[in-house]
């Protein structure tokens, strides 16, 4: 949601170098529970877990938000 945006949004600037409210120490925190710092980490790590449970990475159009993401990253490979 919104708090998650957040500290991407934080993240980003302190890592371009830009004015943040990103710590050190919250940074080693989201990692220590392994936070995905982008939104494609975090798409990635559902399609890995799909992938667990149904032995393969073909997922559905109609897969709610994974299926049209994994849509989108094969039409991005073809082009």
């Not at 559902?46 to 897969?63: I, K, M, T, Y």
């Amino acid at each position: 949601g919104r708090w998650v945006a957040g500290q991407r949004s934080q993240y980003k600037k302190k890592t371009n170098g830009q004015k943040s409210t990103m710590t050190d120490t919250r940074i080693q925190k989201l990692n220590g529970i392994g936070f995905k710092w982008t939104i494609w980490g975090a798409k990635f790590e559902l399609l890995e877990r799909f992938a667990e449970d149904n032995g393969s990475c073909l997922v559905p159009q109609a897969h709610n938000i994974l299926g049209r993401w994994v849509a989108e990253q094969r039409s991005q490979y073809k082009k």
